[in-house]
């Protein structure tokens, strides 16, 4: 029987992706969407400014949405909550005995709750069993951080990595539906993006550190550049690493490179977690941002100079750096017995 789940913050890009995504889930039943209280009580087809492929599943075009302050009956939630909101209703929602799987930054530092990315720290995940909550919340990474520690783990589990250097080409769809008006982007690049670069920097050392009774923030510099590009979908990111790896092993561990959710066949997880590429021009979000449904990493521009191997990867901001992410999280920790 499938587990019933509440999908919070429906609406917004990222909730669309909620609902989209759960679409058919052999493991989940979505049963609830919530919403502002500008939205509630209407069906979910009225409210919603859709702007993702593919259309409006059908099972949530009818579904009247609730408000964020009525009570939620489903024990697994995923969030893509404002900030605002997220601050003290997902620490609600956990006391109360709810598995709430966020979006959203709120708690990504807070003691015992993991930044979870299945093929990169899946130990991380014992975490939970310290909050003292009768649920849990685990939350994924930022999107940026994302695609950046995916391939640096495939790294340093064969090589010595000493430093990190990452200059980002995000997309719009980054900011949210309203984020950036057309005049501020279009035929333009913002050089800075508020609190991003932070928290790659931190994210990055979280996600790739200790769990032991609290979390060991990796002893590895990190240093960041965000910028915003007119691009719909996918951030495009150029990464230096300095490492003892050579061309040809980095692309032997980007190839090889699998994790838990790719060996115990969980439905979101891609069946590569990289994907290389060799041709000169890849990878490009136009012809590469839905690798794996949006769940792969594409890399490419492999180069090796004065001790820093340096490489471009992509990853899907929406998917696999947000409401993918959470609902892969949801999937391994349904199948580690944690729900």
């Not at 859709?50 to 302050?69: N, R």
């Not at 929602?93 to 979006?103: P, R």
């Not at 490179?257 to 590429?277: C, D, N, R, Y």
Request: net charge neutral.
């Amino acid at each position: 029987m499938k587990k019933k789940v509440a999908v919070l913050g429906a609406t917004g890009m990222v909730g669309q992706r909620f609902v989209s995504l759960l679409n058919e889930h052999p493991y989940f039943e979505v049963t609830s969407l919530y919403a502002s209280k500008n939205s509630a009580g209407k069906k979910y087809k009225d409210a919603v400014n859709w702007v993702i492929e593919p259309p409006i599943p059908s099972y949530a075009k009818d579904v009247v949405l609730k408000s964020f302050d009525e009570r939620v009956e489903e024990d697994i939630v995923f969030s893509a909550l404002p900030k605002e909101v997220a601050d003290t209703l997902e620490i609600d929602l956990a006391k109360e005995g709810k598995f709430v799987f966020s979006n959203t930054a709120s708690h990504r530092f807070d003691p015992f709750v993991p930044i979870l990315i299945p093929e990169v720290n899946p130990h991380h995940i014992e975490a939970v069993k310290y909050q003292k909550t009768e649920g849990f919340i685990i939350t994924n990474a930022n999107c940026s951080t994302t695609g950046l520690v995916i391939p640096l783990k495939a790294l340093m589990e064969k090589f010595t990595v000493k430093s990190v250097f990452v200059v980002t080409m995000q997309a719009i769809s980054g900011a949210g539906i309203n984020g950036l008006s057309a005049l501020l982007i279009q035929g333009n690049v913002l050089p800075y993006i508020e609190k991003e670069e932070e928290k790659i920097e931190s994210e990055t050392r979280k996600i790739l550190g200790e769990f032991k009774d609290g979390f060991i923030l990796k002893s590895l510099p990190v240093f960041a550049r965000a910028n915003r590009v007119p691009v719909r979908e996918g951030h495009t990111e150029v990464v230096f690493v300095e490492t003892d790896a050579d061309c040809e092993d980095a692309k032997l561990a980007f190839k090889n490179f699998v994790g838990i959710p790719q060996e115990i066949s969980l439905p979101t997880a891609p069946e590569k977690p990289i994907l290389l590429h060799e041709e000169m021009f890849r990878p490009q979000p136009v012809l590469d941002v839905n690798s794996g449904k949006g769940m792969s990493v594409s890399v490419g521009r492999i180069r090796k100079n004065n001790g820093f191997l340096t490489f471009t990867l992509l990853s899907h901001n929406t998917i696999r750096g947000a409401a993918g992410g959470s609902v892969l999280n949801a999937e391994f920790a349904l199948k580690e017995g944690f729900i």
